[in-house]
């Protein structure tokens, strides 16, 4: 009997440690759940402050780009209306152009008829009445400069002074009071055209006449050519 109350009796302690066991296995499985699920809801919780930050930036961002957007905007207003000032100054200023063109081609037609100078007028100078003027004596000494330089017909000569800026009476006076031999200028304007290529006589001839010699000058210059 008493080794069945022994029996019993190691039976029940062997139960309660296996109980215990049982217990302290269960306590320590539920304190790691607990423990894991801290560390998840601690990083879940690190995870939402940076979305929450980076929600920050992002909205700073598009209130950046609104205010950018809002002055381009404002710019894009501003310069509409400066090109339609700038057409309607053009449009207001394209009349006044046509009309200096066509003032300009109306008065060609009478520079063009009196740039070339009358070969066979007397040869009496057109001086001015009274003393001869400052831009008078000064075209005079350039057409002598020159014909120092260079020999010309009366009329290349002429154009030559009207290009300088000389008006066309001082540049007329000039050619006509200018002491020089137009007939000699075309022959030596002839010397130096073979000194620079060949020509026949009659390409000569209509060289000559090209830069302006009459053409008993021109025949002259052909008729002497050495």
Known sequence: MKKVLMLL???VLFLASCGEEVESSEDNTHEEIISELESDLEAANHQIESLESELLDAQQEIEDLETALAEAQEENEEVP?????EIVEDTVEEPEEETIVTETEEEEPEEV????????????????EGEVSRE???????????????SFSKTGLYDQL?????????????????????SENALQSAINYLDFMSFSNQGLYDQLIYEGYTADQAQYAIDNLP
Do not use: M
Request: hydrophobic share 30%; charged share 30%.
């Open 9 to 11: 009796s190691f039976s």
């Open 81 to 85: 209306d400066q090109d339609s000032e």
């Open 113 to 128: 008829a009196s740039d070339e100078p009358a070969e066979e007028e007397a040869s009496e100078p057109s001086e001015p």
């Open 136 to 150: 008078f004596r000064n075209a005079l000494g350039s057409a002598n400069s020159y014909l120092d330089f260079t």
């Open 162 to 182: 009207i290009f300088e800026g000389y008006p066309e009476d001082a540049a007329q006076y000039a050619v006509d009071t200018v002491e020089t031999n137009w």
